[in-house]
């Protein structure tokens, strides 16, 4: 199996109200794209989130201090201006996901209310426009406990399965795997945002050559409180 990952260039500031699928579409042809079946369409949540109006006014720190802690459900820990909270969708981030990146001075963006939700509905109007069947993953950036270094992961999943659960299979040597799970769509997260970077301005990519079905939710991704051994 081979992967190839396309960035889709040309797709224009987004802003409340816009049809980010016709946008996407858009960019597509001048990128000269060609969506193809079980194509994976990775979207940044910002683009998302500004098209949803999930866009507030921050004019200070103060302020941006307001929005992260009324976005989170709980704040796990404090250092300075940084949070560590967990969202409403049961995400665990810096600052509930409320970034200033990206947008006009004064304004941050929130994270969509229900990302999966979002991803199903873009890949429904997108497979209605094209003819194709696609899945949608849409990505915000985190960082990760004990490593340095932030990785995009996904946060809302339309036409793929979330984890691919490999226990009962054999490894290489014969033995039964107990705990392996993949989460195949972080993985997918992070591979599109190789060609997108955080500088460049694209915002969403074309992932090809997998031959996954099924339909799994971001959701999916979080521990349940019984299994967390770090809180």
Known sequence: MSIEIYPIR???????GDDLAAL?????EASQISLFERDVLVITHK????????IESAPDDRAYRNLAEREA???LRRRGDLLIAQTEHGFICANAGVDRSNVADGLA??????PDRSAHRIRLRIERMTG???????TDTFGRPWRRGLVDVAIGVSGLPAILDLRGESDAHGRTMNVTE??????IAAAADLVMGKADGIPAAVLRGLDLTGDGRA???VRPPEEDMFR
């Open 10 to 16: 040309g797709i224009p500031e987004v802003v409340p």
């Open 24 to 28: 996407i579409i858009e960019g597509l």
């Open 47 to 54: 683009v998302v989130s500004k098209a949803e109006g999930r």
């Open 73 to 75: 459900r709980s704040i």
């Open 109 to 114: 963006v929130l994270l969509p209310v229900d």
């Open 132 to 138: 194709v069947s696609i899945a949608v993953v849409v």
């Open 182 to 187: 993949i989460a195949i769509v972080d993985e």
């Open 219 to 221: 959701t999916d991704l």
